[in-house]
Each structure stands twice: as C-alpha cells, then as structure tokens.
C-alpha cells in the first residue's frame, strides 16, 4: 500500500509539473542571424556539422514483413556536411527569384561552395528539407545541406548577389 501511495504521489508530481507554465523560448529557438536585401530575409535558425548521415529506411514486404535498411551517407574525402536550418521570405515585390544557384558558402580564405546538388537524402532522414527550386514568393523553411572541407574556417552564407551575409559558427 505505501508504495502504491508513493507512486501516486510521484504520478501527481510529475503532471503538475507538466502542466506548468510555458517556458520562454530558448536562444536555440530564436534565429541565429537574420540577414535582409530589398526583396529578401533570410534567417539562420541553426547550423550542424556531420562526418555522416544515417538513413534507416522500413519498406512492407509482399508477405507482410518488413525489411529495414540502413543507409549511410558520406561526404567526399576530407570534407564534412554543413547543415542549416533556414528560413526565406519575400519581403519585396517584383519578379525576382532567390535562386540556390547564387547562394552559396564562403570560408576565410574565399573558397565557395554551392549547396550539396542532390540533398533530397535529408526528407529520407525525416529531416524538413528547404526546396532547392527558386523561391518566388511567401516564406520557405526548412535545411540545407553543403559540403565543405573540415579544416573550413570563417564560414559565412552568401545569398542575393551578395546583399546578404551571414556569419555561420556550427
């Protein structure tokens, strides 16, 4: 019986403590930088480094069972994944496109580097991937992917003819 009331007791406890009052949000939560030309605001919500990415991926099998499999994604020999989290959104009017074609990474000594060509793997990660088409119009979110040397130091996000820049610090 006093265990039963310890229980309880504890049971209680942690629902009131979940029923608290909200939380302020976090720095994590608010945009890292926040970058603006005529037409466009790009925020910087969160940036990653990874050496790899694993994919697990179930599939239902005709006789009802099913096969998982893991799939692990590399960067080319010396490099390392840059992943951020961003957020784009038209602020201006006209006729005019972000295009993924001119954003790119730019590291300390001025190496560029585009964004990965093919980063679709990250939906297979059930990560929310920002769409590499050209953004005509409202707010898009979601991450990114470059590929980038890991000796790359002084990393800044370079979008818009060079109107913005962005600082990144993984």
């Known amino acids: 019986m006093k265990k039963l009331c310890c229980t309880a007791a504890a049971l209680l406890l942690l629902l009131l403590a979940a029923c608290g009052t909200p939380e302020k949000p976090t720095q994590a939560e608010k945009p890292v930088q926040a970058g603006r030309s005529d037409m466009w605001r790009v925020e910087l919500l969160e940036a990653k480094?990874?050496?790899?990415l694993t994919a697990v991926l179930s599939?239902?099998?005709y006789v009802g069972g099913v096969l998982t499999t893991e799939n692990e994604?590399?960067?080319g020999e010396g490099n390392?994944?840059?992943?951020m989290q961003m957020a784009v959104e038209k602020i201006g009017t006209g006729k005019a496109a972000f295009s993924w074609a001119d954003a790119h990474i730019v590291d300390g000594g001025g190496n560029a580097y585009p964004r990965h060509p093919n980063d679709t793997f990250l939906a297979n990660l059930g990560v929310p991937r920002l769409k590499s088409a050209d953004i005509v119009l409202g707010k898009e979110s979601g991450w990114v992917c470059f590929e980038i040397p890991k000796e790359a130091q002084g990393l800044r996000f370079v979008a818009d003819e060079g109107?913005?820049?962005?600082?990144?610090?993984?």
């Open 49 to 52: 480094l990874a050496d790899s």
């Open 59 to 61: 599939a239902v099998q």
């Open 73 to 75: 994604i590399n960067p």
């Open 80 to 83: 390392t994944f840059l992943l």
């Open 163 to 170: 109107q913005i820049i962005l600082e990144v610090n993984p």
